[in-house]
């Protein structure tokens, strides 16, 4: 089995349907081993696309073989969890001399899970988080995305569920 070429870059305005699409894709089956059809649905209203992360060039697009297959990012601001349309968003920004970055957003295709771009995706944050000064990383995960933040040395503080 062939091995596909991981390639990586900064997302942009013009990628928002590639990514919406991608991200309702990924919601809609890569939490259906944890979630009833319900759940999923009610994830729909705090998940999805912020483009406050494409705007500050903080979201990043995996393409394997010149396909979308995920996308991911860390923000500098507030707001923890959630797309554009969540409540309770803040674009204060984050002093990384005392606030962790967050680890924002991270989808990837249902096709492609499990072939590292999860993990590409963490390590492009860990790059650009240190590179801004910060000491430490936070996100709120998934049930679908919890084994891959263990894997890359996240440790669980609670869980809403």
Aim: with cysteine; proline share 2%; aromatic share 6%.
């Amino acid at each position: 089995m062939k091995r596909e070429t991981l390639a990586h870059r900064l997302a942009r305005r013009d990628d928002l349907d590639s990514l919406k699409a991608l991200m309702d894709t990924a919601i809609s089956e890569n939490q259906k081993t944890f979630l009833d059809e319900n759940q999923i649905a009610s994830s729909r209203a705090i998940m999805g696309l912020d483009t406050q992360l494409i705007d500050d060039g903080t979201y990043f697009i995996v393409e394997a073989d010149g396909q979308l297959a995920g996308c991911g990012g860390w923000s500098r601001r507030a707001t923890m969890y959630g797309g554009d349309q969540t409540p309770g968003r803040s674009a204060a920004l984050l002093d990384p001399m005392k606030d962790a970055a967050r680890i924002r957003a991270m989808y990837t295709h249902p096709n492609h899970t499990r072939k590292g771009i999860g993990r590409l995706i963490i390590s492009l944050c860990e790059e650009a988080v240190k590179a801004e000064g910060f000491m430490k990383m936070e996100l709120v995960a998934t049930l679908s995305g919890e084994p891959l933040y263990r894997a890359c040395g996240f440790e669980a503080l609670r869980r809403n569920c």
